[in-house]
Nanobody, 124 residues
Framework: QVQLVESGGGLVQAGGSLRLSCAASGRTFSNYAMGWFRQAPGKERSFVAAIVWSGGSTYYAYSVKGRFTISRDNAKNTVYLQMNSLKPEDTAVYFC?????????????????WGQGTQVTVSS
């Protein structure tokens, strides 16, 4: 079992930046791909970014590419999402998730463990 806890959300003006963190505990963090998803009110949960265990491969949703950066520190069992040039449409609850197969996936169903989420609100 892996427990995931997100932090770093908050209220920011459009154009601003936030860095989200996801701390993992429980079973070993290694060999897990990690992903970030988000869910806005009334919408389905959608893929934001993912990274394999080695950090050597990443993938981004088109809407955030060039603005968001996913990274990980396996020694600290932590994954990060640096979000720059934030827009009001980025407002959502952001979730991190772990995939035991260490494959990049954009599908919610491919992830085995989920955090509780952290709210990001971008004002215009």
């Amino acid at each position: 079992q892996v427990q995931l806890v997100e932090s770093g959300g908050g209220l920011v003006q459009a154009g601003g930046s936030l860095r989200l963190s996801c701390a993992a505990s429980g079973r070993t963090f290694s060999n897990y791909a990690m992903g970030w998803f988000r869910q806005a009110p009334g919408k389905e949960r959608s893929f934001v970014a993912a990274i394999v265990w080695s950090g050597g491969s990443t993938y981004y949703a088109y809407s955030v590419k060039g603005r968001f950066t996913i990274s990980r520190d396996n020694a600290k069992n932590t994954v990060y999402l640096q979000m720059n040039s934030l827009k009001p449409e980025d407002t959502a609850v952001y979730f991190c998730a772990a995939d035991r197969t260490d494959d990049i996936s954009i599908r919610v169903l491919d992830y085995d463990y989920w955090g509780q989420g952290t709210q990001v609100t971008v004002s215009s």
